[in-house]
């Protein structure tokens, strides 16, 4: 599946143009979404520089995008066909009717799994579980 995800307010707290903390376990759970073969955009308002620091800080952490703000790695303005608009089965916002559920629900709404008993967006047990699979 391909999913593009937001990044201010999403993969960490909204404090644009600064970079927030992360919030909890959204890095980890996208770099397990890429290993269940899932292809994750990166699909921001943010170009140039901050953009360009919001890769680095992913990057850092071990998370690295199959696109940013594209359909595909290679795809640019000119190529036939261009969009702007994303091509993504699913998308991960803040700005959502509802709001960013956690992480832990969000990775049990894509793999169609339960998410471990006593997880929560403030963090516990679903840590333990993401360290163990990316050791």
Same mark, same amino acid.
């Given at each position: ?11 960490? *707290?909204?404090? =644009? ?9 959204? &890095? !980890?759970?996208?770099?397990? #979404? &890429?290993?269940? @073969? ?10 140039? +520089? #901050?953009? !360009?620091? +919001?890769?680095? =800080? ?5 998370? %690295?995008? =199959?696109? &940013?703000? @594209?359909?595909? /790695?290679? %795809? +640019?303005?000119?190529? %036939?066909?261009?969009? @702007?608009? #994303?091509?993504? *089965?699913?998308? &991960? ?7 960013? /559920?956690?992480? /832990? !629900?969000?990775? $049990?709404?894509? %793999? ?9 967006? $403030? ?6 579980? #993401?360290?163990?699979?990316? $050791?």
């Amino acid at each position: 599946m391909t999913i593009a995800v937001d990044f201010d307010g999403t993969i960490v *707290e909204h404090r =644009y143009p600064a970079i927030g903390p992360e919030i909890p376990f959204a &890095i !980890d759970t996208l770099k397990l #979404l &890429i290993a269940h @073969r899932h292809k994750i955009i990166l699909w921001t308002v943010r170009e140039g +520089a #901050l953009l !360009d620091e +919001a890769v680095d =800080y992913c990057k850092q952490r071990g998370l %690295e995008f =199959y696109a &940013i703000n @594209r359909n595909y /790695p290679e %795809e +640019a303005a000119t190529h %036939e066909g261009y969009s @702007r608009k #994303l091509q993504a *089965e699913l998308f &991960i916002d803040d700005r959502n009717i509802g709001g960013l /559920p956690s992480w /832990p !629900d969000i990775y $049990r709404m894509i %793999e169609g799994k339960e998410a471990p008993r006593g997880t929560s967006s $403030r963090g516990g047990t679903f840590t333990t579980i #993401l360290k163990k699979i990316f $050791r």
